[in-house]
T-cell receptor
Framework: DAGVIQSPRHEVTEMGQEVTLRCKPI?????LFWYRQTMMRGLELLIY????????DSGMPEDRFSAKMPNASFSTLKIQPSEPRDSAVYFC????????????FGPGTRLTVL | AQKVTQAQTEISVVEKEDVTLDCVYE???????LFWYKQPPSGELVFLIR??????QNEISGRYSWNFQKSTSSFNFTITASQVVDSAVYFC??????????FGQGTRLTINP
């Protein structure tokens, strides 16, 4: 079975540009998570969807960040406008049912904002 | 709020040595879940184990074993006869259900040939 799929794997952009990260969760999983990993702050949960509905977005840094899940097999994380401090690895994860179930992570997107 | 502490920032051992990675968690709930993940140099996060708070049995999977001690709020991970391929950053995490999955800061393990 395919795992969580993320694209792109690497993204380099200039400050002020819009960035869109994409995620396809494992088929049959009803929960999806976006995380950010930096050296300074480690792994942080940005947002959690359950059955395509955002349940907890308290980790979203500011209004420049938005996430959508239009259907069970696709989610996007958008940053507009991007800033150098957004440079990080962004992971998408999915679980069969809810937050306490095992989360399986995608390979991550390494974002560099110049 | 829950918190996970991995006091060992970096560990370096020689191949074939046994190594234990420590994890201490804080939680107020009686029901919670503990996890270990591995992040190899390639960057992905690989799930290793999930344990609920009601199951205190230790677990062994090949060269990996986990020791769960509720009395000391610890969930330590031991690699027996370490190999170079075990080199990675290992994360311990805890989840109380109503709150976010919280990760420790990770332990960077280097196995030298």
């Amino acid at each position: 079975d395919a795992g969580v799929i993320q694209s792109p794997r690497h993204e380099v952009t200039e400050m002020g540009q819009e960035v869109t990260l994409r995620c396809k969760p494992i088929s049959g999983h009803n929960s999806l998570f976006w995380y950010r990993q930096t050296m300074m702050r480690g792994l942080e949960l940005l947002i959690y969807f359950n059955n395509n509905v955002p349940i907890d977005d308290s980790g979203m840094p500011e209004d420049r960040f938005s996430a959508k899940m239009p259907n069970a097999s696709f989610s996007t994380l958008k940053i507009q406008p991007s800033e150098p401090r957004d440079s990080a690895v962004y992971f998408c994860a999915s679980s069969l049912s809810g937050r306490t179930d095992t989360q399986y992570f995608g390979p991550g997107t390494r974002l560099t904002v110049l | 709020a829950q918190k996970v502490t991995q006091a060992q920032t970096e560990i370096s051992v020689v191949e074939k040595e046994d190594v234990t990675l420590d994890c201490v968690y804080e939680t107020r709930d009686t029901t919670y879940y503990l996890f270990w993940y591995k992040q190899p140099p390639s960057g992905e996060l690989v799930f290793l184990i999930r344990r609920n708070s009601f199951d205190e049995q230790n677990e062994i999977s090949g060269r990996y074993s986990w020791n769960f001690q509720k009395s000391t709020s610890s969930f330590n991970f031991t690699i027996t006869a370490s190999q170079v391929v075990d080199s990675a950053v290992y994360f311990c995490a805890a989840d109380q259900g109503a709150q976010k999955l919280v990760f420790g800061q990770g332990t960077r393990l280097t196995i030298n040939p």
